[in-house]
């Protein structure tokens, strides 16, 4: 099981939830790529209001504007893994925002796998 704590980086990565890659969702493809690299966790927030560069806000309460939600992905590793896994992303279509945060950990555990 893997360990982390302390130091460490936030890698959060900004899209639309209608954006795509190879006809399925880009945040699927991105935690996709973070597990096979073997990161230490990648969650996907979907938004319900938001607006971006274009500074059109997007929401669920108007049936016209529900789609090109805000979707965030946020992954927590060791600074030396989240700067590596950058390369990852190069050839996806991001058109969003990447940010990366110095983050301190307090707890991390994961559980028990049930194959074991």
Known sequence: MMTLHGHA?????????????????????????????????????RGAEGFGATSVVHTTRLLSMADDLPAAIVIIDEADRVRAFMDELEDLPISGLITVQEVEVIHYKGRESAAT
Do not use: S, Y
Not at 30 to 44: D, E, L, N, P, Q
């Open 9 to 45: 980086l936030r890698l959060t990565i900004v899209v639309d939830d209608t954006d795509t890659w190879h006809h399925k969702p880009l945040f699927t493809e991105i935690v996709r790529r973070a597990h096979a690299f073997g990161m230490a966790g990648a969650t996907v927030f």
